[in-house]
């Protein structure tokens, strides 16, 4: 077919090429074979080179025989036959560029030059789409084969590196479509196959995933530029703009790319309309479409967030758009529309010299952001704290709407969303960084200005409006005012007749004060007594003016009444009827006053600025506050980002010198034992920027400051927060991040070679003990400077610097038991150390004098000789016994000087107190050095000698024994002698130390009458220390303990002493760890102190019972529940601790699960519970761990059947509120409509109803379709139930009053709980059974209850029934036995 007479049509398919059509259109005569088509490719090449780029004309069947078996065609024929299209292609390009030009073109020319761009334009297309979707096989083979060598097969399935090839091609294409070729076509209109051509393979190579890669950049901007040409001179704009909606909801690695290359557009090509075009498209998509197309509203979302940060300023004209999306349910649309809003605000709405139109944008803006961070979507609320957090950070946020900002980030701070919580700390933060206030928000240091700049602009609002007034107000208009009013009361008073009047003018008052009087009256419009006021002046005042020659006529009075009150300006100009002077001064004035006016204008104006910025200040500072609180007690969340945002956000608030930043400061020193890597590294991190890098001067200031800002911390502060100072300190010292200038000059306050008070000097000695942990040589090369600091011979002596000498000393060894694998003997020193004997003189010379800070050191002391000293027995009997002996002489002396008559010597109190609590400390310390020094120095010993032994034996005598050598593979030998020493000291405990010979038994005597006589031993003081060596004496011997186990409960109950019975509280829970099977029966009463009327025995027993549940030392029964009252306890720290309780307990499997039936019983029971409000309070917390399918419907069967066999409508009510707050399913309806008999007669309850139809409203928001229909059969019962019952009340009564009686007659009977009775004794109460469901229509109540156990009765006698030796113990019946003991998990633990 000549090439004068086709003309080539661009097929929609290859096949078309194939097919003949109209009249003259191009058809491919033949599809090569391929082993022809190297040949006819060279001879392609051989006419390119003799005619030209028109030569595709009689070879294009070559062309496309090659497309038509390009996947079986050699690589090398692939490639050469692109690189000859790309030839073929650039020179025609260049071809066209001159030919266009001329005018005298042929048509037939013309003809051939088109369907040569056709041809060679399509041939080129359909070989790069080709070469395009091979590579993506290819890749997708690669992802098969893990990826490894993709580079390297790609290229040897293609024989080049594709990826390229891609840029040099539409480069070539973009180059092609910036001729003129419109005139190649027929009324030069470039036809849209063409374009679409050129375009269609720029969208195809769009879709491969990998286009977003950073090696694939050259490719994309080749892309844009060639869509870029297309949309400026082809008129591609629709095209594209649909074609990029599809592809947005199809591809999700495109929305970067595709924005780039509209942003491109828009800046470059000058084809911003697109941009409005791309929105319209996606603001018209409707918005219920999108919820369901998740996928496109992702890619939607995407676009238009980054399109926002690329061009605001463009995309803000079509926001109006995309404003519908907000109403949306697609979260994601609507946190790109706030994302766009908020670039706007960022890079185009920002700035003060804003245009009102540009302003109010902005504001609607803003105020939309602030209206969706209260979404029902938490992403969103999260969104929109981000965002301003943005806009805080870049001081994009007007001052006026700081107020408003800061409100909702608190407010967000309660959002049951973490990640809100989250994003609110950090947007509080910003606040903060970045506020313009003041680097320093204290309400206290705020208030004070505030109100002294409010009081100074009152002042001059007041003098201002004075001035107003005065220069506002004309006395002649005033006068003219007043004159109709003043003449009729003139008039009416010169009828009157005259009345004796009492003198209203002084002897001593002047004519001018006497106006000054008449002028007062007019103005405030008492003109009757002015006129009388000025008719007695007429009289008193004859000779002065103007009171002289003045009748009484109306006129003439009403003349003298207007010159006093217009002043002699009014005389002067009257006499004179001149105006010149009063016009002069009228023209003068303004030109003096107005400079001032303005003057005072402008003070007026700055004043109220200071003050509004003072108010906005104070604001700020409180809504800091007010936030810290809150934030606070977020502190020990479950989410380790959301506790390090807190973290991080406390250290800010510090810095900025809040002072209840401190709290906050001090709160988080716990977190330093979290198993949270992660938190941890946090606290280290807020104490090492707080702390570890202060500004100073010089090293040594800053040293200064961070001692002082440690030593802050110690202020106040308890055993836990100082242990866990020291545990942050340690880690630093061991990091080596406290420099050797701090230690040094901690050491020269210490010895006071540096000024300081004895405070400073206690901290400074804390703080080096702290260290000490980290670098026990700290302390330990200056262990004599230490005792000579702290324990030298001077009196009186500083027991609170000598007690924390000794705590430094301790710390410069192990306080662990030694480990069996220890070589070397653990670090002690001689009995004759000088440490030992300060700490003796100490100890024996503090013990005759009444100081309060003796009792604490004294324990630290004996502590330390136990951990340090050889032999430390020997010096504490020493201590022990020089203390005994100044009580005798005490008492001896006493009885010496005492009258005759009395027969009983005494002794101060404080003595026996202190000889009381040193024998305690001794005997705790003496058992504490047996189990753990003695124990693991037997240990170590024995592994030493044995492996001795194993070296002397010879390898013929280690074979000899094989029963032996099995019994050491097994580790029987070792497990064996570890029972040995565990019973040697044992026995030792038992039979020895508190045997007759022994110091320790010597104090048991007098003991045991402090405690049994609390009557005539009445000092509070004694009472405790008593209480707390018994319980001490105790814990050294098993019979011991058994033989005062009942006086020690008898003090917890009986005791009046709230610190007794905490102390006692303590005591016992640590007698039940070592002694479980002795302190079991006494369990109830350990429960019952949960319940005493002392909010100081409430928290310790709670703290007590806590440690003993979770470490499985006590049973756990239905007297948990009152561990669950707690939860409702007014104070708040021991309801946490109940809740932390609780918290825990849910952790360990089922444990929950098996108590609420027994708790529900206990809290509900009319005699025994809590009341209703309470009773919801607690069963909302308890069940709210119920969270398995399994245990939820177990729990609604139970609670359904309790409704048979509960006696009161109380309970009724309790029991249908446990259902309604369990979190039902369809199977937990199943199992309530099997047992609808059981309830169905209580629904006559309102409450009880509504209860249910709580129940049925949440089943019906998850439910599926064919579970409605069952929903709807319970609600129709429940209602039938209800409503039968109402109208049939007498029958219901008649049918269930027998039932009531005998319900009513067995009533067990409960423990009272009533906080107004102090010390009640708790009885085992009955376990509640649930009855089987009764197969039979006749519906009876269970009486079948178990049989009450027998009540432990405890009497108390009054300690005031005897003046002589008063008992308070239980008698031996009274005494509870043992029950099942409680197995031990190793034989190496306490035996009882």
């Known amino acids: 077919m000549s090439s004068r007479n086709f003309e080539f049509h661009l097929p929609l398919s290859p096949e078309e090429l194939l097919k003949s059509g109209a009249v003259n259109q191009y058809v491919v005569q033949e599809v090569l074979p391929v082993k022809h088509l190297p040949s006819q490719l060279k001879a392609f090449q051989s006419a390119f080179r003799a005619q030209g780029a028109l030569a595709i004309l009689e070879h294009f069947d070559t062309v496309y025989s090659i497309l038509h078996h390009f996947r079986s065609i050699d690589p090398g024929l692939k490639e050469d036959t692109l690189e000859f299209l790309m030839k073929v292609v650039s020179s025609h390009s260049q071809e066209l560029s001159s030919i266009l030009d001329d005018a005298a073109l042929s048509v037939s020319d013309r003809s051939a030059h088109l369907n040569a761009l056709k041809m060679n334009c399509y041939a080129l297309v359909r070989l790069l789409e080709s070469f395009e979707s091979m590579t993506s096989r290819t890749s997708l083979v690669d992802l098969d084969t893990g990826g490894k060598g993709k580079k390297a097969r790609a290229k040897a399935a293609l024989g080049f590196d594709w990826e390229e090839e891609k840029q040099p091609i539409l480069q070539l294409l973009t180059q092609l479509l910036q001729l003129d070729i419109r005139h190649l076509w027929n009324h030069s209109v470039i036809e849209e196959e063409f374009v679409s051509l050129v375009v269609g393979c720029c969208y195809r190579l769009l879709e491969n995933p990998t286009i977003g890669h950073q090696k694939n950049r050259p490719t994309r901007e080749a892309i844009a530029h060639l869509l870029g040409v297309a949309l400026v001179r082809h008129n591609h704009m629709l095209s594209a703009t649909v074609k990029i909606i599809q592809m947005l909801q199809h591809f999700e690695h495109l929305p970067s790319v595709l924005v780039a290359a509209v942003t491109l557009w828009a800046t470059e090509y000058g084809m911003k309309s697109i941009v409005g075009e791309i929105v319209r498209e996606i603001g018209q998509k409707c918005p219920q479409e999108l919820s369901r197309d998740t996928a496109g509203a992702k890619g939607f979302a995407a676009f238009l967030t980054e399109l926002a940060e690329q061009i605001p300023a463009t995309l803000m004209s079509s926001m109006c758009i995309l404003l519908d999306h907000l109403d949306g349910e697609n979260y994601m649309m609507r946190n790109a529309v706030l994302a766009a809003m908020a670039e706007m605000v960022l890079q185009v709405l920002n700035g003060d010299q804003l245009e009102e139109a540009a302003r109010e944008t902005r504001d609607q803006f803003l105020d939309i952001l602030q209206a969706h961070g209260h979404d029902i979507n938490s992403f969103v609320r999260s969104r929109v704290l981000q965002l301003f957090t943005r806009i805080v950070q870049q001081k994009a946020l007007p001052l006026t709407r700081f107020q408003a900002v800061v409100a909702l980030a608190v407010g967000r701070l309660a959002d049951k969303s973490v990640l809100v919580c989250k994003n609110a700390i950090q947007l509080l933060a910003s606040f903060l960084a970045n506020n313009p206030f003041s680097c320093k928000l204290s309400d206290a240091d705020l208030a004070g200005p505030l109100q002294k700049e409010i009081q100074k602009l009152q002042e001059m609002r007041a003098q201002g409006r004075a001035a107003a007034v005065s220069a506002a107000l004309d006395p002649e208009e005033e006068w003219e005012a007043m004159l109709p009013e003043l003449m009729s009361t003139l008039q009416q008073f010169l009828k009157l007749p005259r009345e004796e009047v009492e003198p209203q003018i002084a002897d001593t008052e002047t004519a001018e004060e006497v106006k000054g009087r008449i002028r007062q009256l007019l103005a405030k419009a008492s003109y009757k007594q002015a006129i009388i006021l000025t008719q007695e002046a007429t009289s008193h005042f004859q000779e002065c003016e103007p009171f002289s020659h003045t009748d009484l006529e109306e006129n003439s009075f009403l003349n003298l009444l207007g010159i006093i009150f217009k002043g002699p300006e009014a005389s002067a100009q009257e006499s004179h009827g001149d105006t010149a002077p009063g016009l002069t001064g009228s023209e003068d004035s303004p030109e003096v006053s107005q400079p001032e006016g303005s003057q005072k204008n402008d003070e007026l104006v700055k004043q109220e600025m200071l003050v509004q910025y003072l108010q906005d200040a104070y604001s700020f500072s409180q809504k800091v506050t007010e936030a810290i609180g809150i934030i606070s007690k977020m502190m020990y969340e479950n989410t380790t980002t959301v506790v390090q945002e807190v973290i991080e956000f406390f250290v800010m608030v510090f810095q900025f010198g809040v002072p209840q930043a401190l709290f906050g400061v001090r709160r988080m020193l716990p977190l330093i034992w979290s198993k949270e890597p992660g938190i941890r590294e946090a606290v280290l991190n807020a104490y090492r920027q707080l702390y570890l890098s202060p500004k100073g001067d010089s090293a040594r200031a800053s040293a200064q400051a961070l001692i002082q800002n440690l030593s802050l911390l110690l202020v106040d502060a308890s055993v836990g927060t100082i242990q866990c100072l020291e545990e942050i300190l340690c880690e630093f010292v061991q990091k080596n991040e406290i420099k050797p200038v701090v230690i040094q000059l901690l050491w020269e306050r210490a010895t006071e070679k540096v000024p300081c008070s004895p405070l400073e000097r206690c901290s400074s000695i804390m703080l080096l003990g702290m260290m000490a942990r980290g670098k026990p040589e700290i302390v330990g090369s200056n262990l004599d400077t230490l005792v000579k600091i702290g324990l030298d011979e001077k009196f009186p002596q500083d027991y609170r610097l000598a007690q924390q000498v000794c705590l430094a000393i301790a710390n410069i060894s192990d306080r662990r038991k030694p480990s069996l694998g220890e070589r070397h003997p653990p670090f002690r020193l001689p009995q004759d150390h000088r440490l030992f004997e300060q700490l003796r003189e100490m100890v024996t010379k503090g013990f005759a004098h009444p100081d309060p800070l003796w009792i604490p050191f004294k324990e630290v002391a004996v502590t330390l000789t136990y951990q340090l000293a050889e032999g430390p027995e020997v010096i504490c009997a020493q201590m022990l016994q020089s203390c005994a002996k100044q009580a005798l002489e005490k008492l001896e002396k006493n009885a010496t000087e005492a009258d005759p008559k009395e027969t009983v010597p005494t002794l101060p109190t404080f003595l026996l107190m202190n000889l009381l609590s040193l024998a305690g400390d001794v005997a705790l310390q003496q058992l504490v050095h047996l189990e753990q020094a003695v124990s693991g120095e037997l240990g170590r010993r024995r592994v030493l000698r044995e492996e001795q032994e194993q070296r002397a034996k010879g390898p013929k005598e280690k074979n000899t024994s094989s029963e032996t050598t099995m019994d050491e593979e097994l580790g029987l030998v070792g497990a064996t002698a570890d029972d040995t020493e565990a019973e040697l000291v044992r026995s030792i405990c038992e039979k020895e130390l508190l045997d007759g010979n022994q110091v320790l038994a010597a104090f048991v005597p007098l003991l045991l009458k402090v405690c049994n006589n609390p009557g005539l031993y009445n000092s509070p003081e004694l009472s405790a220390a008593a209480s707390l060596a018994l319980g001490k004496f105790c814990m050294i011997s098993a019979p011991f303990c058994d033989s005062q186990l009942r006086l020690l409960f008898t003090m917890l109950e009986k005791s009046s002493l709230p610190t ?198 949440k089943l019906r928001r998850g439910a599926k379709p064919e579970g409605k229909a069952v929903i709807d059969e319970f609600e129709q019962k429940l209602r039938a139930c209800h409503t039968r019952g109402m109208d049939g009340m007498e029958e219901l009564e008649t049918g269930q009053g027998g039932s009531q009686r005998a319900l009513s007659a067995k009533k067990p009977t409960g423990i009272r709980v009533s906080r107004q009775q102090a010390l009640t004794s708790v009885d085992s109460d009955s376990d509640f059974v649930t009855p089987k469901p009764q197969r039979t229509n006749q519906r009876r109540p269970n009486t079948q209850q178990r049989k009450s156990k027998k009540k432990v009765k405890v009497v108390f006698s009054s300690d005031e029934s005897s003046s002589d030796e008063l008992s308070a113990e239980m008698t031996e019946e009274e005494t509870p036995k043992r029950t099942t003991p409680i197995r031990r998990a190793s034989a190496r633990r306490h035996r009882s």
């Open 1060 to 1257: 007794v019975r905490s102390n006692l509280m303590v005591v016992t829970g640590d007698l039940a760890i070592r002694f479980p099977n002795l302190v079991d029966p006494w369990t109830p009463h350990l429960y019952a102190r949960l319940r005493d009327p002392a909010q100081q025995v409430r928290r310790t027993a709670g703290l007590v019972m806590t440690h003993l549940i979770l470490k499985d030392m006590v049973k756990v029964k239905g007297q948990v529940s009152e561990m669950a009252v707690l939860l409702i306890d007014p104070v708040p720290e021991i309801a946490a601790l109940a809740k932390n309780f609780f918290n825990e307990l849910s952790h360990k499997g089922n444990a929950i699960y098996n108590l609420l039936p027994d708790i529900i019983s206990r809290l509900s029971d009319p005699e025994g519970g809590v009341e209703e409000e309470p009773f919801h309070t607690i069963m909302k917390q308890l069940l709210s761990y119920i969270t398995k399918d399994k245990q939820t419907e177990s729990l609604v069967e139970k609670l359904c059947q309790r409704f048979r066999t509960a006696r009161t409508e109380r309970q009724y009510r309790d029991l249908s509120y446990c259902v309604s707050q369990l979190p039902l399913t369809e199977r937990g309806l199943h199992k309530m409509l099997d047992n609808f008999h059981c309830f169905g007669d209580k629904l006559l309850d309102e409450t009880v109803f509504s209860a249910f139809l709580s129940v049925v409203g």
